[in-house]
């Protein structure tokens, strides 16, 4: 099964603990097309696919766009542009769905999880707003919809995780080119007060499984209903 990834810096897997990396272990005879780049828009992801097209021959392909539109707010330098507001935003989603729907056999849409470890903080209201807003269009466009936010907050309940979110471009490539093993970003992560992310935002190894698992979940079922197929 061919599987493609398409999302920001979350799905490359920099700085952080890779998800992806995860999913290859647990289905070694898979090929995963790992289509995170850093800093990634739902305009620039847009942009990109434009130029560069997807392969046309996947089984599943996963969505997972829209944190930077929110925590690129934060920064003090932004690398790419955002959509001006929800308009725009649901806009550009359902052209990029238009360029990757044709590309694959079936498309998850995934929603942005979280910026900072606290829930009810102003920038994961925002993320809410666009996680609700992609719901909307998956519903409309019957496509499997993941919402990683509702449970990225499950997780947190009752536990007493920082405030700390990186808001800072050099901090964060620091984290990238520094803290490359499991056990570094486990500790850095733990020393910040988080529970799932190393920095309020990238994975840390708790992270990376609990995204993992969940699409280990789509993907095992996607595989049961190939196997019906052929048999059928």
């Known amino acids: 099964m ?13 700085p952080g603990v890779s998800f992806v990396n995860i999913l290859k ?9 790992n289509l995170g780049k850093p800093g990634e828009t739902v305009k620039s992801l847009y942009s990109r696919l434009i130029k560069t097209g997807l392969d046309a021959d996947f089984d599943v392909s996963f969505l997972w766009i829209g944190t930077n539109d929110v925590y690129s707010k934060l920064l003090k330098v932004q690398a790419q542009p955002v959509a001006e507001n929800h308009d725009e935003f649901i806009k550009l989603y359902q052209q990029v769905l ?11 849409t995934v929603s942005p999880s979280i910026v ?24 409309k ?16 309940a009752n536990r007493n995780s920082s405030t700390y979110i990186a808001t800072n471009p050099l901090r964060v490539m620091f984290d990238v080119f520094f803290y490359k093993s ?3 970003i486990d500790r850095l992560s733990n020393e910040r007060g988080l529970k799932l992310t190393l920095d309020g935002i990238h994975l840390n190894s708790t992270g990376a ?24």
Do not use: C, W
Not at 2 to 14: H, N, P, W
Not at 116 to 139: R, V
Not at 141 to 156: A, C, G, H
């Open 141 to 156: 466009e019957l496509i499997d919809y993941m919402n990683l936010q509702t449970i990225f907050e499950k997780e947190l």
């Open 182 to 184: 499991e056990a570094r």
């Open 116 to 139: 900072g470890e606290h829930i009810e903080n102003q920038t994961n209201k925002e993320i809410k707003e666009l996680s609700d807003l992609i719901q909307s269009l998956s519903e």
């Open 209 to 232: 499984r609990i995204v993992a698992d969940e699409y280990a979940t789509v993907i095992r079922s996607t595989l049961v209903d190939s196997s019906i197929m052929e048999v059928s």
């Open 25 to 33: 272990e647990k289905f070694p005879s898979d090929s995963f097309v």
């Open 98 to 108: 238009k360029i990757v729907m044709p590309s694959t056999k079936k498309v998850v």
């Open 2 to 14: 061919k599987v493609a990834l398409i999302g920001d810096s979350l799905t490359e897997g920099r």
